[in-house]
């Protein structure tokens, strides 16, 4: 029974992702040559792709790592929560809350921010390939928020496949091909509802941070509507298809703002808080 429910979870996130990209990358790659895209965005395309590569290369560090730090944590369980159907569930259920605090914190820690989370936040653009953007740096630091759940005694395994769930679910929201859902939008999230978490407009930051569910937003008041139309990227934009400068813009910046810092309460508050926090005297 465990090891079924475990198959059936990591099933269903395999066939997801494969059902998306499969589905609505050739669509929308026909759409951009109908509308007679210029080089800039085919060349943007390829550089939302570009993080294939280096995520590829450090697999197996990224997994060598997850395992030891959830087989450590699993020991250190003092019971074992047997994995059945409704454990898969409130797994499932605990993983989207979980979620929204990893998501939201790689939005308010300026250090999470700029190692990992920005990268996924930087085109201009808004599509399948969107999705792809992922820095393998988020790898070593978000399977920290899930492993409250391996220590009370959830399998390992369980949590990476709810969270393998969630990430494919998360696929096919990356798209314009469709517009709102109303009878959806409210308690889901959908394509509308993560438009409005990639934009730069004031009314649209730090908004819609759910995975699967819009409840946790709604709870902690970080729900918008998408009212009006969206424009992507970040509030300063990299202006730039460079995988290097995809993978290295924001941290650069960081950098930059620790070593120009004028005490170590100073290098603390660029590392800690928000991006865009500055210290009172630079105001």
């Known amino acids: 029974m465990e090891e079924l429910a475990i198959a059936k979870e990591w099933e269903l996130a395999a066939t997801l992702f494969?059902?998306?990209i499969v589905v609505m990358l050739p669509m929308e790659l026909w759409r951009l040559y109908k509308t007679r895209a210029d080089r800039r965005r085919w060349l943007e395309l390829l550089a939302s792709a570009s993080p294939l590569l280096p995520t590829l290369l450090m697999g197996g560090l990224v997994a060598a790592?997850?395992?030891a730090l959830y087989g450590g944590a699993a020991a250190l369980a003092p019971w074992a929560i047997p994995t059945t159907p409704w454990t898969a569930a409130l797994t499932l259920l605990a993983v989207d809350f979980l979620y929204y605090w990893d998501h939201r914190c790689a939005h308010e820690n300026r250090t999470y921010w700029a190692l990992?989370?920005?990268v996924h936040h930087s085109s201009p653009h808004f599509d399948q390939t969107t999705g792809l953007r992922v820095s393998f740096v988020d790898g070593f630091i978000s399977p920290w928020f899930y492993l409250p759940l391996v220590l009370i005694g959830v399998d390992p395994l369980l949590v990476l496949g709810a969270l393998g769930v969630i990430i494919a679910y998360q696929q096919w929201l990356h798209t314009e091909l469709?517009?709102?859902?109303?009878l959806l939008d409210g308690w889901l999230n959908t394509p509308s509802n993560h438009r409005?978490?990639?934009a730069m407009q004031p009314q649209y930051l730090d908004k819609n941070y759910g995975a699967i569910l819009m409840v946790w937003d709604r709870?902690?008041?970080t729900y918008a509507r998408e009212e009006e139309p969206v424009q992507y990227g970040l509030t300063v934009q990299i202006e730039s298809a460079n995988p290097i400068k995809v993978h290295c813009a924001e941290a650069v910046k960081l950098v930059r703002d620790v070593w120009r810092s004028r005490s170590f309460a100073q290098a603390l508050g660029y590392l800690w808080h928000k991006p865009g926090w500055q210290p009172e005297k630079l105001r």
């Open 116 to 118: 990992a989370h920005s």
């Open 196 to 198: 409005v978490h990639h």
């Open 65 to 67: 790592f997850i395992l």
């Open 178 to 182: 469709i517009d709102k859902l109303p």
């Open 219 to 221: 709870l902690f008041g």
């Open 18 to 20: 494969a059902a998306v």
